[in-house]
């Protein structure tokens, strides 16, 4: 009985190795396509629409950005059979995202302005941490794949 049970868990910790190994690609395909919207209706923003503000306008296209994350990770990342209702999975999205956002901050802030050291890596340092914590949250506590 315990050999067919630790069996069962070896095929399964496989299949769950397997599926990662195909929804990283899918993760960074995803995240640049996000990208690509938030910055287009960034531009759309000042350039069509004129908005002064550039924090405005990069608000405004943030939230289209993550939306487009949202779609992408739902239906391409994480595809599910018996997907769990939109409004909990877009919650939990949000709040992930919401909590990422200010570590990211928060660790810019301790990096640059704190230890006075450059930002630029500050940045790449914060968006690494970023990558994996959004890939993880999304993974186990989001869309549960």
């Known amino acids: 009985m315990c050999k067919t049970s630790s069996l069962r868990d070896a095929r399964s910790g496989r299949m769950q190795f397997h599926q990662t190994k195909k929804q990283i ?41 993550i939306a487009a994350a949202f779609i992408g990770s739902r239906h391409f990342v994480f595809p599910q059979q018996n997907a769990e209702p939109l409004l909990e999975q877009s919650l ?30 500050g940045f790449l340092l914060a968006t690494a941490i970023q990558v994996s914590l959004s890939f993880a949250g999304n993974k186990w506590l989001v869309f549960k794949a």
């Open 25 to 65: 690609p899918r993760y960074i395909a995803n995240g640049l396509i996000a990208t690509g919207v938030h910055y287009a209706v960034l531009t759309l923003n000042i350039k069509v629409f004129a908005v002064v503000s550039a924090g405005l306008a990069n608000f405004i296209a943030a939230c289209f950005g």
């Open 92 to 121: 939990r999205f949000g709040g992930l995202y919401g909590i990422i956002a200010v570590m990211h901050g928060l660790l810019l802030w301790a990096w640059t302005d704190i230890q006075g050291l450059n930002y630029h890596f």
